[in-house]
């Protein structure tokens, strides 16, 4: 389905606001939230913009709930989503897995901020990227996005809700505080494609909810069109309802994987750039991979063969994409605003055809193009 | 939706056979059983009673949706044939707050019960209850963590056993109503599950009032409670619950079973009845008004 959207054209926006527009133009009917910097503005815009487009915003009394109250609407039938950052986004854990058990979709947007704990509440982060792959329990699939400008956070709240829509999953939207809050000129598009869940075939005369097509999704069909089903967070059969048998369980939790994993093309998205003679390539992401990009301009002027990988998804992770890199440079590196969080999974990747190395950076300061510049122009030299 | 009124004090002279009472089967999923619940256990006398107030009220079952948390009590949800929601532990009443604003068509009750409601779900209980959505709530007391194995929970009166109170427990409980009554519940009232026909009526009337409604139904745990304060099995829980119940006058509290409770006579949620009834606006969320977004 292709939908209009009614501002189109060049617009001086902050990134949370992006994400609002991105939301609104995907039909996100439903908002709940709970306030927390560096993301409010995007619950204080969504609380202005819901009652135009008839949709409902509330206000929790926390993240558990906030993720809890979208999760009810959107099993109501409603495109939802919430916002928070680390101290909200760790509340929220609980939910992320139920909704990934339960096969709700939903889009969570987490702009980071400094951690551990509170932290640095208006300082940027990328600390929090494990957490939205492994922070909730047990064995779930997750989708996770990292828009790098006010443009690409528009672009990747669309397809968080396509992607949520698609696979019936939770999907997070993962950006820092620098993204959230820069103003930036962005072209917004004139339309965009949106996907809705698939609902069950009228014709239907026996309706189990967790009955899957060959595709490993389930039809969804809303509470209270005349459909009665069971949804649980416990391991549960065809029907929704609880089970302890090990191979029904076993089942379950595989094909929650393999929907997702047998669409790696639909999800993954990487940036490349300058990649083809490239001897050095930075993997960066997030406001770093911009900072990277430019770093790589100017090493190329002073003869320096460097390359950019910037993965716009981070989960499911990019393995292929970093393994085809690994083979082509000699070196990785691997820019973080953190202690050294994806390092470990570009290693995995690069099965040792790379030599792979880390600049990271905590405490609130960016990465900057300076230091990737320096960093960039020390390998080449060790090289020469 | 109209207001019924009743006659909150149950009338203990009524007769009432078997065949008066509706036949609730077809709100049951038959392919669910059988059920977990422990013989003895009283939720199921509750969940009968929430049944036939469906059924009196003649409520729509494709519009009932019932939203869960974790426990005894949120189990129930599992075997109503009505679109079901078991959710996290202690959040139903968030998950209900997104159901019912995202469909306000909805008629949305939340079952929950002491621990889930009042420990781990305090926090979202009481600010449906200040919010004044329009759903029903379902608490069902049996002052103690049943599905866990009989931990001491916020409801377990000073004294009593638990197996993390095995000394007897050295809290005093919450009184629920009185939290709720604090909270803005437009709607409180308490019944005991000795009680089935009052269970009915009061249900009936919390379902029909209009915003948060809020029910505590004063349920038992043979198993642990009965089993750990020596106090019996089925029929000797709902003495002891019948004991509690100081609203109501009659045959019932004839049969006390004082003697055999080595706990301190309770003294938290003793008075039965509808506690708390006011109507104010219901929320709604924030939207356009109808007719009014483009």
Redesign the interface.
């Known amino acids: 389905m292709t939908i209009q959207i009614t501002m189109p054209g060049e617009k001086l926006i902050q990134g949370n606001e992006a994400c609002v527009m991105g939301a609104i133009a995907s039909g996100c009917n439903?908002y709940?939230g709970y306030p927390i910097t560096p993301s409010s503005e995007i619950a204080e815009h969504m609380?202005r913009r819901?009652?135009?487009?008839?949709?409902?915003?509330?206000q929790?009394?926390?993240e558990?709930?906030a993720l809890?109250?979208?999760?009810?609407?959107?099993?109501?039938?409603?495109k939802?989503m919430t916002a928070t950052s680390g101290p909200g986004f760790s509340l929220m854990q609980?939910?992320i897995g139920?909704a990934a058990m339960a096969e709700v979709p939903c889009v969570i947007v987490n702009v980071m901020r400094g951690g551990p704990s509170t932290g640095m509440p208006t300082s940027p982060s990328q600390g929090d990227v494990m957490q939205a792959r492994w922070g909730t329990h047990g064995d779930h699939p997750a989708i996770v996005l990292a828009p790098a400008s006010v443009g690409e956070v528009f672009d990747l709240t669309v397809k968080a809700f396509n992607l949520a829509e698609r696979f019936r999953t939770p999907v997070i939207l993962l950006y820092d505080e620098i993204i959230g809050h820069t103003r930036e000129s962005v072209s917004l598009p004139e339309s965009v494609t949106v996907i809705d869940r698939v609902t069950p075939d009228d014709a239907l005369e026996e309706f189990w909810p967790k009955e899957a097509d060959p595709d490993g999704v389930p039809a969804m069909s809303?509470?209270?069109?005349?459909?009665?089903?069971?949804?649980?967070?416990?391991a549960h059969d065809h029907?929704g309802?609880?089970t302890n048998d090990t191979a029904v369980a076993e089942a379950l939790i595989n094909r929650l994987h393999r929907k997702i994993d047998a669409h790696l093309d639909e999800v993954i998205e990487v940036e490349e750039y300058l990649l083809d003679d490239a001897d050095v390539a930075i993997f960066a992401y997030g406001i770093v991979g911009r900072s990277a990009k430019l770093a790589v301009e100017r090493a190329r002027l002073n003869g320096i063969k460097a390359g950019l990988i910037r993965p716009l998804t981070l989960w499911p992770f990019p393995t292929a994409q970093v393994a085809e890199v690994a083979r082509k440079v000699d070196t990785i590196v691997v820019a973080e605003m953190n202690l050294g969080q994806l390092v470990g999974e570009v290693e995995r990747a690069a099965k040792g055809q790379a030599e792979v190395v880390s600049h990271l950076r905590t405490g609130g300061e960016p990465v900057t193009p300076t230091a990737l510049e320096e960093v960039l122009a020390k390998i080449d030299g060790g090289n020469a | 939706m109209t207001d019924v009124k009743i006659d909150i004090q149950p009338d203990m002279t009524t007769e009432v056979t078997a065949t008066e009472r509706a036949d609730v089967r077809s709100y049951l999923?038959q392919?669910?059983m059988p059920h977990v619940l422990c013989p003895g256990c009283a939720h199921g006398i509750v969940l009968r009673s929430f049944l036939e107030a469906v059924d009196q009220l003649q409520l729509d079952?494709?519009?009932i949706?019932m939203?869960a948390g974790i426990g005894c009590s949120s189990r129930l949800?599992?075997y109503v044939?009505?679109?079901?929601?078991?959710?996290?532990h202690g959040?139903a009443?968030?998950?209900?707050?997104?159901?019912?604003?995202?469909?306000p068509?909805?008629n949305v009750v939340v079952v929950t019960g002491d621990g889930d409601g009042l420990a781990i779900g305090g926090?979202?209980l009481i600010?449906a209850a200040r919010r004044n959505i329009d759903m029903t709530v379902l608490l069902l007391n049996n002052s103690i963590y049943g599905m866990t194995g009989g931990q001491a929970a916020p409801t377990t009166p000073e004294g009593a056993i638990a197996s993390t109170a095995p000394q007897g427990h050295i809290e005093p409980g919450f009184d629920a109503c009185k939290l709720l009554m604090g909270a803005g519940a437009s709607y409180v009232a308490r019944v005991f599950a000795a009680n089935p026909i009052e269970m009915t009526k009061v249900m009936m009337d919390g379902l029909s009032h209009p915003g948060f409604a809020f029910i505590e139904l004063v349920s038992d745990c043979p198993e642990y409670f009965g089993r750990y304060n020596k106090i019996g099995g089925g029929p000797e829980m709902l003495n002891w619950i019948a004991v509690r119940d100081e609203g109501i006058a009659g045959p019932l509290s004839e049969k006390r079973f004082v003697e055999h409770i080595p706990v301190k006579p309770p003294a938290i949620g003793v008075k039965s009845g509808v506690l708390q009834r006011e109507i104010r606006p219901v929320y709604?969320?924030?939207?356009?008004a109808e007719g009014?977004?483009?």
């Not at chain 2, 009443?93 to 159901?99: K, N, S, Y």
């Not at chain 2, 709604?284 to 356009?288: D, K, L």
């Open positions: 439903f709940g609380v819901m009652p135009k487009v008839g949709g409902v915003s509330i929790m009394e926390d558990i709930s809890a109250s979208i999760i009810g609407a959107s099993l109501a039938g409603s939802a609980e939910h139920f809303p509470f209270g069109d005349g459909r009665r089903f069971h949804v649980t967070g416990l029907r309802f609880p | 999923r392919w669910a079952q494709d519009k949706a939203v949800a599992g044939d009505f679109c079901t929601l078991h959710g996290t959040r009443p968030a998950f209900a707050t997104g159901l019912k604003l995202a469909r068509d909805l926090n979202h600010h709604a969320g924030v939207r356009a009014q977004h483009t």
